[in-house]
């Protein structure tokens, strides 16, 4: 099991905090209101008060014994720059950020924050490749250069199966489930005919996903 402290919990934090619990991990929520700490206590493994900004704090709540320390204070340069240079200085393996600006971003990066995230421009630039996706019904990031798409199957595969496409050779891409009349398929064999209307779910890098949207 991973664990994570979080420290600041505003909507970004306190989003992480629970969804990464949510997800089987272990949680450790820090904020200095106790007010935003008795909010997602119960959400949490655990939730204390404490002011990040005082190394002896943190110490005592044995950070350097988790995996990966996330910083949400990112309204205030000072404060966030304090929290990660003292989980760096404990020991933390892994430090995530949010900065409110590049100039923030290029700072956290200097002292040390292994990832600093801008949340708005990040879900802002999200948004504008899924816009810009022609005949792209849901796209995903999962880096810079790849991510998922749904996306409607193409006329040219209708009624062949998924050996005879042989997408991974010739496109470079994966096809990872069929969405048929609102039942999905994960993972189909190679033997899955495609069929009229059937959104495919496909990984790939961003060359290749502009290809297959390309398809007709």
Not at 15 to 43: F, K, P, T
Not at 161 to 168: A, C, F, G, K
């Amino acid at each position: 099991m991973k664990s994570y402290v979080v420290i600041g919990l505003g909507r970004f934090g306190s989003a992480l905090a629970c969804q990464l619990c949510a997800l089987g991990c272990e949680v450790l929520a820090i904020d200095s209101h106790s007010e935003s700490v008795q909010r997602i206590s119960d959400q949490v493994t655990q939730a204390v008060v404490g002011d990040a900004r005082d190394k002896s704090v943190l110490k005592a709540l044995g950070v350097k014994d988790f995996d990966c320390g996330i910083v949400g204070i990112g309204d205030d340069l000072a404060n966030s720059v304090l929290a990660v240079m003292n989980l760096k200085e404990l020991g933390v393996p892994y430090v995530v950020c949010k900065a409110h600006d590049e100039t923030h971003k290029e700072v956290l990066k200097k002292l040390g924050a292994d990832r600093v995230v801008i949340p708005e421009m990040e879900n802002a630039c999200r948004l504008a490749k899924s816009l810009a996706s022609e005949n792209v019904l849901d796209y995903i990031e999962l880096s810079e250069d790849y991510g998922i798409i749904d996306v409607p199957a193409p006329a040219s595969w209708e009624g062949k199966s998924l050996i005879e496409l042989n997408v991974r050779a010739k496109l470079g891409v994966n096809i990872l489930a069929i969405k048929r009349e609102g039942r999905i398929t994960v993972s189909p064999n190679a033997d899955f005919r495609i069929d009229q209307g059937d959104i495919a779910v496909i990984l790939g890098d961003s060359a290749a996903l502009k290809a297959v949207q390309r398809l007709k």
